[in-house]
């Protein structure tokens, strides 16, 4: 097992925008990075013998490391990307990384996969976070998963047992604690040349309408309802797209127009933040603070590491 100690959560921050402020940082004793099952295992119930303090983490394509985040251990599961085909099953150490795993399924003909090729993370993150693209989800590919939990015990659990919510689980909420070391997905084998022409039709509508993985998290809001406010802001938009264009140019022309134009370099739609310098992050409480005041539901699909 690979460990240094007294680093900054930079060397596994997906983010990098903020380099400058989170390397001096040295906010994090002990980095891990297991290089099979049995040794994160047996590190994290050694961590809960000892009531120490950790965080298992894979790519972290859905965290957000603040300066003041510090943790006597980190441990990364990057390395555990070993996975195999069975006759029933395809089986996933924690860290396989979905994208990588999708396009190679999507050549074998397998069904479920075709809108996964570009959805960044693991795959024990994407269960952890019920998280899903193109009209795939992650977990409706799930059969079943092993969960170490924080009694020692190595259980069986299916999706459900997480009690999902869009974007969220059990595990996601705080509401219960283990960490996911293999996933077991379905095999449902389909048209093989369809589901590539899915798949890059998936990929090429990414690109269009999407930006890149560099310096995003993703989708950083779950919106619910609008207010009086927001349905102001939703017609103006479409009024304002009938000449700008598309979404991206439409919102960046309406934060200008309502005096908050500082926000404009950083929002790829309302519901996607981008963090492309140090100023982006200065200003990210107070773009959240300016959704909820037009979507008061607004909840945070990304997750935020103080």
Known sequence: MKHYDNVSVQDISWVKSNRRILEPVKGVKNLYFPENLPELENLVRELESAQSQYLVIGQSSNTLFLPTFKID??????????????????????????????KRMVKKGYVGFEGLTDLPGTIASAVYGNCGCRGCSVNSLVDYFTI???????????PSDL?????????????MRGVILQVFLKIKRGDKAELEQTAEEHHRIRLREQPSAANNLGTTFVLGN????????????????????NDVASYACLLKLIGKRHFAPYTWRVDRYMF???????????????????????????????
Request: proline fraction near 4%; include cysteine.
């Open 73 to 102: 251990n980190l441990i990364c599961t990057l390395h555990l990307k070993h996975w195999e085909e069975t006759e029933s099953h395809i089986v996933c150490d924690c860290g396989v990384s979905v994208s990588l795993l999708s």
């Open 148 to 158: 170490l939990l924080p009694s020692g015990e190595i259980r069986r659990m299916s």
């Open 163 to 175: 009690h999902p919510t869009y974007r969220s689980t059990a595990l996601k909420r705080g509401d």
């Open 226 to 245: 609008p207010n009086l406010c927001g349905r102001f802001c939703n017609f103006a938009m479409r009024m304002i797209r009938r000449w700008a264009g």
């Open 276 to 306: 492309y310098d140090e100023e982006a992050h200065l200003l990210f409480d107070r773009y959240v603070e300016f959704v909820r005041s037009m979507y008061p539901e607004a909840q945070l699909e990304i997750e935020i590491r103080k």
